[in-house]
T-cell receptor, first 110, second 114 residues
Framework: AQSVSQHNHHVILSEAASLELGCNYSYGGTVNLFWYVQYPGQHLQLLLKYFSGDPLVKGIKGFEAEFIKSKFSFNLRKPSVQWSDTAEYFCAVTGNKLVFGSGTILRVKS | DTGVSQNPRHKITKRGQNVTFRCDPISEHNRLYWYRQTLGQGPEFLTYFQNEAQLEKSRLLSDRFSAERPKGSFSTLEIQRTEQGDSAMYLC????????????FGSGTRLTVV
């Protein structure tokens, strides 16, 4: 069965700081990897996804993630965060169903 | 069709009562999923359907929980004899088999058992 581990539960950054959120997964088959974001009071939204090909994927709002197969990792990055990026971020992996990590709450100070 | 719709948005119920939630997926999606999310946790998989067939159920889904998707369109999740530990956000998502678009989530139903 697949599993996902997110290392940071809470991250606080100042605006313009760079962001990297860690995600490691465990799954024996072909993986599809996702990052979802949940803004306060809103539903889960897809930020970016990896299925195959270029391991560096770009998503919405300037986010990107890199799939490193040898490290079973799919870390999320953004060069310069904004106050509006304050949200909870979930890494997820599919086998036959989507399995989520426990999430990272990001707070960006203006 | 603007997305996945869940009703009601909020439900407060007394312990021991039964509750039922509804999910209307994106019409062309043949797969439908139910998840539960509690504070500080990621969504936990409960069950999923492909068309009207329930293909997998999590061990989290006790005998008090039942889900149906009778015509392969909308789905209902019923919780019988609710307990305070059932208080959570119940999320529905849909997708198409083989799609690379990921899952589309609804806004959820927040259940509070008092």
């Amino acid at each position: 069965a697949q599993s996902v581990s997110q290392h940071n539960h809470h991250v606080i950054l100042s605006e313009a700081a760079s962001l990297e959120l860690g995600c490691n997964y465990s799954y024996g088959g072909t993986v599809n990897l996702f990052w979802y974001v949940q803004y306060p009071g809103q539903h889960l939204q897809l930020l970016l996804k990896y299925f195959s090909g270029d391991p560096l994927v770009k998503g919405i709002k300037g986010f990107e993630a890199e799939f490193i197969k040898s490290k079973f990792s799919f870390n999320l990055r953004k060069p310069s965060v904004q106050w509006s990026d304050t949200a909870e971020y979930f890494c997820a992996v599919t086998g036959n169903k989507l399995v989520f990590g426990s999430g990272t709450i990001l707070r960006v100070k203006s | 069709d603007t997305g996945v719709s869940q009703n009601p948005r909020h439900k407060i119920t007394k312990r021991g009562q039964n509750v039922t939630f509804r999910c209307d997926p994106i019409s062309e999606h043949n797969r439908l999923y139910w998840y539960r999310q509690t504070l500080g946790q990621g969504p936990e998989f409960l069950t999923y359907f492909q068309n009207e067939a329930q293909l997998e159920k999590s061990r989290l889904l006790s005998d008090r929980f039942s889900a149906e998707r009778p015509k392969g369109s909308f789905s209902t999740l019923e919780i019988q004899r609710t307990e305070q530990g059932d208080s959570a956000m119940y999320l529905c998502a849909s997708s198409s088999t083989g799609s690379k678009l990921g899952y589309t989530f609804g806004s959820g139903t927040r259940l509070t058992v008092v």
